[in-house]
């Protein structure tokens, strides 16, 4: 069954705009992790954040994780054309597997 | 110096034939994984083999083998093929105890027709 459920499904945003994005999942984690994926091509680590962080940064993403709400937020900043991908959010409950969620489709517009 | 690398690309077939997938890394890491995504995008794990064992069967029928020749190596066989089983499937690796961050192959698309 899937852990982790996207909201929203899709997103559709000008070129400069920031896209959020959320995660809400069931089951105590051991990590939460981001995942992008281009049409046609396998999917693409982002970032990673432990169960004891709130909050963490690479480049433009910002990622936030309430274990209490068992939620996450993926916050893409100043968003590119290149941005436009399927968005998965996966938990890793430390039992050899992640479990994705269905993904949220971001369409930047130039 | 692809890191997950997957053959072929695309995959063409009759239905009741007999397929297979391979998946290599030099990563180095000690466990890798098939999942299956469907026309829908779902991505759902199959099997996880952590050095050349196997360590996860997600209720997966067994017309799917996994063999994992050694730990860089993890291949697919699917007897029987039904439509059903059309979709994209893909191969990732990971270092378990580092995290658990997960490297994916380039997929390979299985139409069965």
């Known amino acids: 069954s899937q852990q982790g459920e996207e909201d929203p499904q899709a997103l559709s945003i000008q070129e400069g705009e920031n896209a959020t994005m959320n995660c809400s999942y069931k089951t105590s984690i051991n990590n939460l992790q981001w995942y992008r994926q281009n049409s046609g091509r396998g999917l693409v680590h982002l970032i990673l954040i432990r169960s004891n962080e709130r909050e963490k940064h690479s480049g433009r993403l910002r990622v936030t994780l309430d274990t209490s709400k068992k939620s996450s937020s993926l916050l893409i900043t100043a968003s590119r054309a290149a941005d436009t991908a399927s968005y998965f959010c996966a938990t890793d409950a430390n039992d050899y597997k992640l479990s994705f969620g269905a993904g949220t489709t971001v369409t930047v517009r130039a | 110096d692809t890191a997950v690398s997957q053959t072929p690309k695309y995959l063409v077939t009759q239905m009741g034939n007999d397929k297979s997938i391979k998946c290599e890394q030099n990563l180095g890491h000690d466990t890798m994984y098939w999942y299956k995504q469907d026309s829908k995008k779902f991505l759902k794990i199959m099997f996880s083999y952590n050095n050349k064992e196997l360590i996860i069967n997600e209720t997966v029928p067994n017309r799917f083998s996994p063999k994992s020749p050694d730990k860089a190596h993890l291949n697919l066989h699917i007897n029987s093929l039904e439509l059903g089983d059309s979709a994209v499937y893909f191969c990732?690796?990971?270092?378990?105890?580092?995290?658990?961050?997960?490297?994916f192959g380039p997929g390979t698309r299985l139409t069965v027709l």
């Open positions: 990732a690796s990971s270092q378990v105890d580092s995290g658990n961050e997960q490297f």
